[in-house]
């Protein structure tokens, strides 16, 4: 075989094989490429949704039902204490030192109780305000984490006053659609 015969056999040969090589490697990137997925990002504006979820605002009125209803019975309660001490101190001007003392001690007596039973009172509201909001957000995120499952998202941010989300696309902002799906899973409850 001649000699330019055999170079351009060889040059042929590999400019082949490096073409072969060029089309296995574009070819290689492009399933890599389409392999990648894009990540799915969403989120939502946690006061807006949690404020505006319907359960919440009911959760609210009965709770305000009761500290009403708490108020009231608590201002009764002082009322009748107050016209019990004012009669002890008409009472009192006719008594003994000994008796005033006793009557005294009857009196705070009674107000201590009196306090107890209010502070306790005061406390197991608060105590059932704190289970439900508790119980409330609990609910919320499981059904945005079953949202994103179910959806494809990879992650759903909450944003809020600190501006844990500071800047978003509208089209990523779910709050509205979660805010919508949320109460009206509630109203078939």
Do not use: W
């Given at each position: 075989?001649?000699?330019?015969?055999?170079?351009?056999?060889?040059?042929?040969?590999?400019?082949?094989?490096?073409?072969?090589?060029?089309?296995?490697?574009?070819?290689?990137?492009?399933?890599?490429?389409?392999?990648?997925?894009?990540?799915?990002?969403?989120?939502?504006?946690?006061?807006?949704?949690?404020?505006?979820?319907?359960?919440?605002?009911?959760?609210?009125?009965?709770?305000?039902?009761?500290?009403?209803?708490?108020?009231?019975?608590?201002?009764?309660?002082?009322?009748?204490?107050?016209?019990?001490?004012?009669?002890?101190?008409?009472?009192?001007?006719?008594?003994?030192?000994?008796?005033?003392?006793?009557?005294?001690?009857e009196l705070q007596q009674r107000e201590q109780v009196l306090s107890k039973r209010l502070q306790f009172e005061q406390q197991q509201i608060a105590q059932e305000s704190q289970?439900?909001?508790?119980?409330?957000?609990?609910?919320?995120?499981?059904?945005?984490?079953?949202?994103?499952?179910?959806?494809?998202?990879?992650?759903?941010?909450?944003?809020?006053?600190?501006?844990?989300?500071?800047?978003?696309?509208?089209?990523?902002?779910?709050?509205?659609?979660?805010?919508?799906?949320?109460?009206?899973?509630?109203?078939?409850?």
């Amino acid at each position: 075989m001649p000699l330019k015969t055999v170079y351009f056999y060889i040059f042929a040969e590999t400019k082949f094989i490096t073409m072969k090589n060029i089309f296995y490697a574009v070819f290689a990137i492009l399933i890599f490429a389409s392999c990648q997925q894009t990540e799915k990002i969403g989120y939502v504006d946690n006061s807006k949704l949690i404020n505006e979820y319907q359960e919440k605002k009911d959760i609210e009125e009965k709770l305000k039902v009761k500290v009403t209803a708490f108020q009231k019975r608590t201002d009764s309660l002082r009322k009748v204490f107050r016209l019990d001490v004012n009669e002890a101190e008409i009472k009192a001007k006719g008594m003994s030192q000994a008796n005033i003392q006793k009557l005294s001690q009857e009196l705070q007596q009674r107000e201590q109780v009196l306090s107890k039973r209010l502070q306790f009172e005061q406390q197991q509201i608060a105590q059932e305000s704190q289970t439900q909001n508790d119980s409330l957000i609990k609910k919320i995120k499981d059904f945005v984490k079953d949202y994103g499952t179910k959806n494809g998202y990879s992650y759903i941010l909450g944003s809020n006053e600190g501006g844990s989300v500071m800047f978003g696309k509208e089209e990523s902002d779910l709050t509205q659609t979660l805010l919508d799906l949320l109460n009206a899973a509630y109203k078939k409850d």
